[in-house]
């Protein structure tokens, strides 16, 4: 039963170390393509930030009304957009933004699960 746990404890670590390693390749890319971009996006309402392009992906946080964050890329069909705010990056519905400039979109993204 012992190295039943051992075992479990250390895939545990072991994802949570890959995870880790992940994530600051993840920002650079956000941060850069950020500034190629120039596109920021207001809130109209109160818009939860998602961990994909979708209603269905799960909320990773709240951004409030009448707040301007860097818009990041977009989703294929344009419906979703991935933007950084208060230290985070995820999916908002574009169309509960306003988007400046207008003239020109973010790149797409794919997005991977």
């Known amino acids: 039963m012992k ?6 404890l250390a895939r545990l670590l072991a994802l949570v170390l890959a995870i880790g390693l ?4 993840t920002a650079a890319r956000a941060e850069t393509v950020s500034a190629q971009t120039g596109v920021t ?7 939860r930030m998602r961990s994909g392009p979708g209603t269905t992906y799960l909320q990773l946080g709240l951004i409030p009304t ?3 964050v860097p818009v990041v890329g977009r989703s294929a069909d344009s419906q979703w957009v ?6 985070l990056q995820g999916w908002s519905a574009a ?12 790149p797409a993204w794919r997005h991977e699960n």
């Open 82 to 87: 991935f933007v950084q705010y208060n230290g």
């Open 95 to 106: 169309w509960f933004m306003t988007m400046t400039p207008r003239r020109r979109p973010p």
């Open 3 to 8: 190295n039943h746990r051992f075992d479990r």
């Open 66 to 68: 009448g707040r301007t």
């Open 22 to 25: 992940m994530l600051p390749a």
């Open 41 to 47: 996006g207001t809130t109209t309402v109160y818009l």
